[in-house]
Structures are given as C-alpha cells and as structure tokens.
C-alpha cells in the first residue's frame, strides 16, 4: 500500500435512501484504510433491474453516463461502487459496450460517449484486492472474536464469472476472508449466491418471503449469530422483512443482518453509531454486548486441550 | 403433459429475432435441465426454465409472450453461470420479456407496474425516489396496503426520504429517455 489509492466512487441511489448505513460505514472505512474515494460529478441512476428488462440500450446508457462521467475523473485507478446491482449494471454496461455497433447505438442516446477506460470494481473487491486481509488485521483494535457470521453474497455479485472477474462463483471467499481478519468466525453457508427474492419485495413478497426464509433457515441452522452482506437489497429483504418472514413461514428469527463495512469499521475501533447500526431493524447491540463473554469461553475453551497434548 | 403441433405454430421468424437480440444461439440448447436445477424461482414459474428454451427452439411464440415466468425471473444469473453450453439463458429471457413489452403483454402486472414505477421516478428526477416510486406504484395497482406494516419501521430510521434527491440538471436523464424513444420509433 505504498502508492496512494484513488478511485472514482458511484454511491447509488440506495445509499440516500434504504441502505444509508452502508454508504456511511463504507466511506468511513474506506478512508480509514487509505483509499481516497472521489465522488462521480453529478453521477444518475444506473437504471437497476427496471431499465434491463425494458431495454439494453437505454440501461447501458443510464450506466454509460456515469462510466463517461468517471473517465473524466483525474488520476482514478477504477470505478468503485459499494452496490451489486449497481455494480453489474456498470460492468455489463462497459462489457456490452465493446462491441462497435452496440457501443454506437448507446452513444447515439448520451451527451457525451462512453470510452471505457476504467476498471469496474465492487468496494469488496477494492478492500479484498488493494488492501487485503493480511494489511487490514494488524489495523483492528477490536477483535470480534465470538462472533459467528452467515457470510451471503447475493446473486450478482459474482456471476456471470466472464463478466463479473471477481472471486468464485459458486463458493465466494473474499468476505469470509475479511470477516477472519477481523476476528469473527464464518460458519459454513452454501446458500452465499443463492437469490434472496431481489426487487419483487413489492409487487410479489410471497417469493421474497419464502426465499429470504430459506436464507435465514440455513444460516440459524448452520450456527450464525447473524448474516454478513455485501448488498443493500439482500439486506433489506432480510432484516427489515424478517417480521413478514416469520408471519409467512411461522419461525421466530431475530438475526441481524450486517454491512459488512459496518463490522470492519466497528473493529478498527468506529462506534456504533459512526458505522450505523441504529440503522438496522434486527437490533444487534444484545449480540455484540455478548461477545467479550464469548471470546473468555472461547480462550478458555482453547486453553484445555492445549495444555493437554502439548506435541510440538 | 402439452402437446404441441408443430405444423400450426412455429414461428420461425421469432426463433431468428430472439437470437438475434439475444445474440446466443438457441439449437444449443441440449434439456440437460441444469437452469432449472439451480433457479430458485421454479416455484412461482408456470413454465420452468428448460422448458422456455424448449419452446423457444419450437418458435411458440405466443405460449412464452404470454407466460409469467418472464416477468418472474429475477436475473440472479444461476441459468447462465451453470449452463454447460455457455448459452446466456437470462438474457434470452430478459429479450423475452421485452419483446413482450412491445407487443402489449403483462401477465404479471405488478411486476410491470414496479419496473414502471422505477424508471419514471429515474426519468424524473435523474435517480431511484424509493418513496416516490412506492408511491407511483400504489397508484397503478391501487394496492394502497402494500408494505404499510413496514412504515413504522422505516421511518422513524430516516431512512426513506420524502423528498427526492435530484441529479443537478434532471433534464439530461430524462433526454436519455426522449431519445430512446424517439429511436424506438424509427
């Protein structure tokens, strides 16, 4: 990390909003780690799901506007944003945009045309890559030992692997990484890319109910104390319909759903409120307040055998 | 089990218009099944994804325009990642879908009306008004009670603003869209 890092930084329009924590705690911790995030000038909606299942031009150029506003950004090594659906849309808008005709076509629609110049990158992916697991833990002032986290991905993030160029597809490690660097433990979660219901929360909230359900099932049952994500969407589907999930599926969850930017930044010594976790529906002040109790049990638990079969 | 004849209604010309907005090619497709193993949507689906393909390769044009799995499928990529052939199956879905725009269909109103409701508020306001847009939808749905037990919530968060927050100069979103419009036509 000897060189400065720069980036061109698109928040989405979800961090005013739903997901403020997250835009929150990943500037924080963005800053703490040294990568100097320069905000897109006058950055739009890269049009989310709604603008691909109407039009692939006019959702490229939705994104396309913004990758053409970055470009123009001074000495940037990447745009980064901290949402996958934002992300994707990006990424398959400068990946589609390759090709002549296509690029032609959604240049026709803009003020000024794109000239894909830029990597597209997920703040995970900045944190994983540029700074790393090994730089980040020797910055931890708090461990979160005790901690046992359902580390969940969401769909898009990783796939599809040619466009996406990040991580595993099937079995992503980044976040679980990350998580072990700062103390806390992830338990073993094989629905990490499976779909939490997206956007139909509104108009269909049966699906999100029953595939949100699942989610929640799986973690409680492979030992989580609570899940980690890196997506605003999965996380409002998770916590703030967790009550709508229970009615619907008849379980009693009471998980908190993590940014987690807000689990980083708590252990390089933020307060609760600098990464917002007053935010969150599911309170996890009960769990966190938990933890020194647990990591004692823990080190005492380490202790026995150690002491026992001393081998080496 | 539905059977088909074939010699009625094929239509060949809307194979040849899904591969080419798609660019994927449709005879690739083998029924190994594997998109369907993997979509987590099967069960809200009247027609599980192989079959789609199936009926794509069979130029039903009618039967896949007018089905709700094309509304229903999310874009969660599994079908694509996991196809052995390397057939970008949400895509030709996603092409699906606009085509049943075009041509009137919405089995799935409510998904319409979301997606709808979404760009308007980015059309106006040069980005996504989460309020705004909840708004528009009860609008057209008339579901008044959608999502009110989530308000108390919310709100007291302050996480979903009354107001919107506006690029500075929204007339270059909605130009955007003027022109895609204006291409649509041609």
């Not at chain 1, 031009?57 to 980064?80: D, Q």
Request: proline content about 6%.
């Amino acid at each position: 990390m000897s060189q400065k890092l720069r980036y061109a930084y698109y928040p989405g329009c979800s961090g005013q909003g739903t997901s403020k924590e997250y835009e929150q705690s990943t500037r924080a911790v963005c800053e703490a780690l040294g990568m100097e995030l320069v905000d897109i000038p006058d950055w739009s909606c890269c049009g989310s799901s709604p603008a691909h299942t109407v039009d692939h031009r006019l959702s490229s150029a939705l994104s396309g506007r913004n990758l053409a506003l970055a470009e123009r950004l001074e000495g940037v090594s990447a745009i980064l944003t901290p949402c996958p659906s934002c992300l994707t849309n990006l990424k398959v808008s400068a990946h589609k945009m390759k090709d002549p005709e296509f690029a032609a076509e959604v240049n026709a629609l803009l003020d000024f045309p794109v000239r894909n110049t830029l990597p597209v990158k997920s703040i995970l992916q900045a944190i994983y890559e540029d700074v790393g697991p090994d730089a980040l833990s020797p910055k931890v002032v708090r461990r979160l030992t005790g901690l046992k986290l359902a580390p969940y991905y969401g769909c898009i993030m990783n796939r599809p692997p040619d466009i996406m160029e990040f991580d595993d597809h099937e079995n992503p490690i980044a976040m679980d990484r990350l998580m072990e660097a700062v103390g806390a433990e992830a338990v073993p979660f094989p629905l990490k890319v499976e779909c939490c219901g997206a956007s139909f929360g509104v108009a269909r909230r049966d699906i999100v109910q029953k595939l949100s359900g699942k989610l929640l099932d799986t973690a409680a049952s492979n030992g989580a104390d609570a899940v980690v994500t890196a997506c605003p969407l999965c996380q409002m589907n998770l916590d703030l319909r967790q009550d709508q999930i229970n009615v619907a599926n008849n379980t009693s969850h009471n998980m908190p759903v993590f940014y987690y930017t807000q689990l980083i930044g708590l252990a390089l010594g933020m307060t609760p409120s600098q990464v917002g976790l007053e935010k969150l529906e599911v309170s996890p002040m009960a769990l966190l307040d938990s933890l020194p109790a647990r990591a004692e049990a823990q080190a005492q638990a380490a202790k026995k055998p150690a002491s026992k079969g001393a081998q080496s | 089990m539905n059977v088909i004849a074939l010699s009625h209604s094929q239509d060949r010309d809307f194979i040849a218009q899904v591969e080419k907005e798609s660019g994927q090619n449709v005879s690739l497709c083998y029924q190994c099944g594997n998109c369907t193993a993997g979509c987590p949507y099967t069960f809200v689906y009247d027609i599980p994804v192989h079959q789609m393909m199936r009926l794509l390769q069979a130029g039903q044009k009618d039967t896949l325009l007018s089905c709700r799995s094309i509304w229903l499928c999310a874009t969660c990529q599994s079908c694509t990642t996991r196809c052995p052939n390397n057939i970008d199956v949400a895509h030709i879905v996603d092409v699906m879908r606009h085509m049943a725009r075009r041509e009137g269909y919405s089995t799935e109103y409510g998904v319409k009306a979301f997606a709808d409701s979404f760009l308007e508020s980015v059309e106006k306001n040069g980005r996504a008004f989460e309020m705004g847009l909840l708004l528009r939808f009860i609008g057209k749905t008339g579901r008044f009670w959608t999502d009110v037990d989530l308000a108390p919530k919310i709100l007291p968060k302050g996480k979903l603003s009354p107001l919107p927050h506006k690029v500075k100069n929204p007339e270059a979103i909605a130009k955007i869209f003027e022109r895609f419009r204006q291409e649509c036509q041609k």
